[in-house]
């Protein structure tokens, strides 16, 4: 079920192209079989599959079946103290196995991602925390549990943008997981995901609008020379001059999506308060709400993770 948060792109299956000629009949049927046993592996596993040491093993073996290669750093997070809240732009459902596979992280998604098709079944089993998106009066306690998530350690990934695109350069960012990141003292690490063939820039991973899982996987299958490149970019904190979730969304936005003009966002006075009643120190007190209406863009819906609230405003028309 949607919810009245959601987020709406214009990216369509139509975005999704192969950059380079698709590889061999022969060669999607080994991948499909090798894929299908990586699956089983995992799914066996059970509630094992959390641990993070043979959780980051199961999605590197679906990804090396599929014949994806990752190329990003060695961690993600910045290590002692409080969590880190890992903000990443998103694509694909293999975005979700290329951050396992660099490092296992607690992932935030709504709660119809749960039902996908092999992916949900994975997600469950690897500690997912899912979000009810059809009811805003659930925000207050999520960035609450994504704050003590944070303070005890654990560092969490969310998508920010809330839905997929099509490239890494498109979309907002919504705001309120920030403030659990400035509630813990968490640092922000902002991330980028893009997919590439042979280093020519590729949409063909890409799982937007009416896009089904089973088309996608296909897609995926028959690409060659697939790449994910995880680009890491610096930590932001409060240290940064970052004194509420506005700017340090702003920030964060900047560094994941290119340093491209971001598209103005807008806030609702009743979602601000309700992060506010979450309990929000003096140190990241929000800013007042901007006075205006909050409503999606007109387009498609589309597969997304993440928490909606804190809209941005409709994003510019690109061609895609």
């Not at 936005?253 to 601000?272: C, D, K």
Request: some cysteine.
């Amino acid at each position: 079920m949607n919810g009245p948060w959601d987020v709406w792109s214009d990216c369509t299956p139509d975005c999704a192209a192969h950059a380079l000629p698709r590889v061999t009949a022969p060669r999607v049927a080994r991948r499909g079989a090798a894929f299908a046993r990586s699956v089983r592996r995992a799914l066996t596993d059970g509630e094992r599959m959390a641990d993070p040491v043979r959780l980051r093993a199961h999605a590197a073996s679906l990804l090396d079946a599929l014949g994806v290669r990752v190329e990003g750093p060695a961690a993600l997070t910045a290590g002692d103290g409080p969590g880190t809240l890992v903000v990443v732009n998103h694509i694909s459902w293999l975005d979700i196995l290329a951050l396992l596979a660099v490092e296992p992280v607690t992932l935030l998604a709504k709660r119809e991602v749960g039902a996908w098709p092999v992916v949900g079944g994975l997600a469950r089993r690897a500690g997912t925390h899912f979000i009810d998106r059809t009811s805003p009066r659930r925000l207050r306690h999520t960035v609450q549990e994504v704050s003590e998530l944070l303070g005890s350690g654990r560092s969490v990934a969310v998508f920010p943008q809330a839905t997929t695109w099509c490239t890494a350069d498109r979309g907002g960012f919504r705001r309120a997981t920030f403030q659990a990141a400035l509630d813990a003292g968490a640092p922000v690490r902002p991330v980028t995901l893009d997919y590439t063939q042979q280093g020519t820039p590729s949409t063909v991973a890409a799982f937007c609008g009416e896009d089904t899982f089973a088309a996608s996987l296909r897609r995926v299958l028959a690409a060659r020379a697939l790449t994910v490149r995880v680009t890491a970019h610096p930590l932001l904190t409060t240290a940064d001059g970052c004194p509420d979730r506005r700017e340090l969304a702003r920030r964060a936005a900047r560094a994941v999506l290119g340093g491209r003009p971001e598209a103005g966002s807008v806030e609702r006075p009743g979602a601000a308060a309700a992060v506010r009643r979450a309990g929000t120190p003096a140190r990241a007190a929000l800013r007042p709400a901007a006075a205006v209406a909050d409503s999606p863009a007109p387009g498609s819906p589309v597969p997304a993770s993440g928490i909606a609230p804190d809209a941005p405003a409709p994003p510019a028309p690109a061609h895609v």
